[in-house]
């Protein structure tokens, strides 16, 4: 079976899917929607005005979306309606990254381990710390703060309320902090089957600092050595997971994002996404062998219990390049130049005649095989110049 293969998305985590789909033997035709320069010739932009109108008169048989606001605002409910199949939670099923608190609800009605919480709409007095602040919901990563001192969670609290993130922060979640190491699981839903990717994990601060700001990720690697126990307290997770889904009637075919933490010897979630992870998913679709258009082809079907991963020896590693303002500012306009035929996906650029320029926060991913892939990808990415280039220095598999 070749499918016409959709991806909407603009980023580098696309950039990774498109990559794979362009590869398999399953696909047929690829389409874009929203590329960006970088990428954009792996296969044919469709415009992203009118785009289901545009999908139908192209023959998409499968939409694949990336980033989550077109998922919460319902873009699988529409195109599922038009009778195009997709690879994306629909509207209700968003929630569980759209809203922490309905995630948090989903969580102990089906006991599934996660940090304690209050849900705070007006302004309270903070006693204790460390806490963590979190905006109910979306905000493109930059919705959580870590307050290691009660002043300091008092006026992040007030800041959000106040509307930081708009509506997104207008409720918040006040959190017990939970303190070990972080994991992220990335599992494929097709109804009644769940399927994990190898376990990654990224760095969401800017630094190393423990109260650096958070980022949409500026690194990930996969896969992380586990224990036995955690081997086997990270399967009776997945088992929770797919109880919770089937029990629920989980009506979609898509991913979702575990963000774990080992934690008193077992795994708590810290939160639910919808999607593959970014900057992991570059990771992991480097690392991976098998056919990402068989994977969907498979999901679809209902059949991936019968689906087998393959992965490159050693490990695969992410190296993300950004503005040195980011997360709270962008580059525009920079010239960009040493990019490497291979190892790269392409996030914030555009092209300016025939050189690439800055046009984002996160501008490159660099991506590495081997047994110390981190190595290699420090390399390349200090090779590749760009004024106010920023990259943490520091990332290693741990």
């Known amino acids: 079976m070749k499918l016409n293969f959709l991806v909407y998305g603009s980023g580098a985590r696309e950039h990774a899917i498109a990559k794979k789909l ?80 309905f995630a948090k609800r989903f969580m102990k009605k089906h006991n599934i381990k996660t940090a304690k919480y209050e849900v705070v709409e007006t302004f309270k007095k903070i006693s204790a710390a460390p806490v963590v602040i979190k905006a109910d919901g979306l905000c493109k990563g930059k919705g959580v703060y870590v307050a290691f001192d009660p002043k300091k969670a008092e006026t992040v609290l007030s800041e ?29 839903w097709d109804g009644e089957h769940l399927l994990s990717f190898l376990p990654a994990r990224d760095f969401k601060r800017k630094t190393a600092d423990a109260d650096s700001l958070n980022t949409g990720g500026m690194g990930a690697y996969t896969p992380v050595k586990l224990s036995e126990l955690q081997v086997k307290k990270l399967s009776d997770y ?31 979630v810290l939160e639910y996404n919808v999607r593959m992870g970014d900057p992991e998913t570059q990771a992991l ?42 997360p709270e500012g962008v580059s525009v306009g920079k010239k960009i ?22 046009n984002g926060g996160r501008i490159l991913s660099v991506c590495s095989c081997g047994d110390r892939p981190f190595n290699s990808a420090l390399k390349i990415a200090e090779s590749i110049c760009f004024e106010d280039k920023f990259y943490r220095k520091d990332l290693c598999e741990n």
Request: charged share 25%.
């Open 337 to 358: 130049s040493c990019i490497p035929e291979k190892n790269i996906y392409f996030a914030g650029v555009k092209k300016d005649g025939d050189n690439f320029v800055t």
């Open 160 to 188: 959000f309320l106040d509307g930081k993130f708009g509506e997104a922060s207008k409720r918040v979640l006040l959190e017990e902090y939970l303190s070990g190491e972080e994991l992220s699981l990335i599992s494929l």
């Open 22 to 101: 362009a590869e398999s033997e399953f696909c047929n035709k690829l389409y874009l929607c929203g590329a960006n320069d970088g990428f954009c010739e792996l296969g044919v932009v469709l415009p992203e005005k009118n785009i289901l109108e545009s999908a139908l008169l192209n023959h998409v048989d499968v939409l694949v979306v990336g980033p989550e606001n077109p998922l919460c605002d319902g873009i699988v409910d529409e195109f599922s309606a038009a009778g195009i199949s997709a690879i994306g939670v629909n509207k209700y099923w968003s929630q569980l990254e759209s809203s922490k608190y």
């Open 238 to 268: 997945e088992v929770s997971l797919k109880t919770a889904l089937l029990q629920e009637g989980a009506d979609f075919v898509g991913f979702i994002y575990s963000g774990l933490i080992w934690h008193d010897n077992d795994f708590y």
């Open 285 to 326: 679709l480097f690392h991976m062998e098998s056919d990402l258009g068989e994977l969907f082809c498979m999901a679809l079907q209902k059949r991936l219990d019968k689906y087998e991963f393959k992965w490159k020896q050693g490990s695969s590693a992410c190296v993300v390049l950004a503005a040195n303002s980011y």
